[in-house]
């Protein structure tokens, strides 16, 4: 079944199959959540390479990145799961490339520093909401305590609902990033991703996984969920790193 979806997804991200790669252990596990449970529509999107503002490719400097539209409420958008998941029963765990490997449990999780942040947040269907109220706790806290080893350069970070995406190690540790627990100076809702979702303001929102139970060091990066779907490897919304086929050629 695996490798016939890795060449569904060939099929939709533009190059022609003897210019693609074989997809690896890794990006296979990613698509381990049911295909059923993909969204027909963003699948679409990917072909059609939706969202997309015309006009010189350069690094936009507005508060509002380009082809985005403001809105005032907070969408849910999630591949059909909203785990449950009681704080008594959930733990993150720190593991990969690093010199102690963690696993955190609820109440060891909130002894950490907690950081209050208000950051806007931009979504890859074209929906930006600005001035978020999160709590929680920063990464830069989370690698002070695992203490990554020198060859680790990406994450893959891994929800209770299956899904993934992958950071570098410069983008997980930017200094607005944090695990977070409270949004609106209330606990995260199921739907949003409570109890504890991870929030990296500067890239596109689906890599601020929700529900996160795992963070894995890794030496290389791997494409997560969406990155062997159609994305983009980063999702720099003020360059508009949507798609796949927006990459550069190695």
């Known amino acids: 079944m695996f490798r016939h979806i890795g060449e569904f997804f060939r099929g939709w991200i533009g190059p022609k199959p003897e210019e693609v790669a074989q997809l690896t252990n890794a990006e296979l596990e990613a698509l381990l959540v049911d295909e059923s449970k993909l969204t027909r529509s963003k699948q679409q999107w990917v072909r059609e390479q939706r969202f997309m503002k015309e006009g010189p490719r ?77 709590v929680g706790v920063s990464t830069k806290d989370l690698l002070e305590l695992c203490q990554p080893r020198p060859a680790a350069s990406a994450v893959m970070i891994e929800g209770y609902d299956g899904y993934t995406t992958n950071l570098t190690l410069a983008d997980f540790s930017a200094p607005q990033c944090i695990v977070a627990h409270s949004w609106s100076s209330e606990p995260l809702a199921v739907e949003h991703g409570g109890p504890a979702r991870l929030v990296v303001p500067h890239l596109y929102f689906w890599k601020s996984a929700k529900w996160i139970r795992r963070i894995t060091f890794l030496e290389r990066e791997e494409r997560g969920f969406w990155e062997v779907g159609g994305y983009h490897v980063r999702g720099d919304p003020w360059m508009q790193n949507r798609y796949r086929i927006d990459e550069p050629l190695d």
Not at 95 to 105: H, I, N, S
Not at 112 to 123: E, F, K, R, S, Y
């Open 58 to 134: 350069e690094r936009s400097t507005e508060r509002l990145p380009p082809g985005q539209h403001l809105t005032k409420s907070f969408p849910v958008l999630d591949l059909g799961i909203q785990p449950v998941i009681p704080t008594a029963d959930w733990a993150l765990e720190l593991a990969g490339e690093v010199a102690r490997p963690v696993v955190l449990d609820w109440d060891g999780f909130n002894a950490l520093p907690q950081l209050a942040m208000t950051v806007d947040i931009h979504c890859v269907t074209a929906w930006s909401r600005y001035d978020n109220g999160w």
